[in-house]
């Protein structure tokens, strides 16, 4: 993982065989938070990869263990995007596809149990496309993920303009959750 302070950009490289059904497998940079959060970023998937349906993507994810709940903007490697999540621990997942291929910024927004998903074409302003309802446990892991959707290959995306914020109406910490425990950040290689 590569990071421009300057661009808040991260160039990310993965492997991994996909992040879908019931076991996921990628490359993940993460920060833990609780509350109402948003990550927003420009996404660029490299032209030359090898799998037509490698994955650059915004997350959020209830823990690093492979079957996680999760939800998740998904960029492939054609272009195309897609809205994932799991519901619960253990369980299949589902998504909803957009074949629209020019887009350039994503916004995955978690108000409450809410997760919506708002996307711009280079220099206009966001619209909400779409939203599901996952019911997480605070902390949750947000950030960046990286899928080769082939575990013998390794393949790099690029996360420009990044930010991750709270929207407000932040639940007070448990007792049991320390400062330093909810605002944990690192990387991770789910399988």
């Known amino acids: 993982m590569e990071f421009v302070a300057d661009k808040h950009k991260y160039t ?73 999540w799991r519901e619960k621990t253990g369980e299949s997942s589902s998504q909803t596809h957009v074949t629209t291929k020019d887009i350039t910024t994503f916004e995955l927004d978690r108000v409450g149990n809410m997760i919506t998903l708002s996307v711009a074409k280079k220099n206009e302003p966001l619209k909400t496309i779409g939203s599901t309802i996952v019911a997480f446990k605070d902390p949750v892991y947000v950030g960046l993920a990286v899928c080769a959707h082939n575990s013998a290959l390794l393949e790099t995306a690029e996360f420009s303009n990044v930010s991750l914020k709270h929207l407000g109406g932040q639940p007070k910490p448990s007792p049991s959750q320390s400062a330093s425990k909810s605002n944990a950040t690192g990387t991770s290689s789910i399988h």
Not at 35 to 58: M, Y
Not at 73 to 79: C, I, R, S, T, Y
Request: hydrophobic share 35%; proline share 1%; aromatic share 10%.
């Open 12 to 84: 990310v490289t993965g492997g991994g065989g996909d992040i879908y059904g019931k076991l996921d497998s990628f490359h993940y940079v993460w920060r833990k938070m609780s509350g109402n959060t948003a990550i927003k970023a420009d996404i660029h998937v490299s032209k030359t990869g090898k799998e037509q349906n490698r994955k650059a993507c915004l997350m959020f994810r209830s823990s690093l263990e492979p079957d996680a709940a999760f939800v998740d903007l998904a960029v492939h490697g054609d272009g195309t995007f897609a809205l994932q």
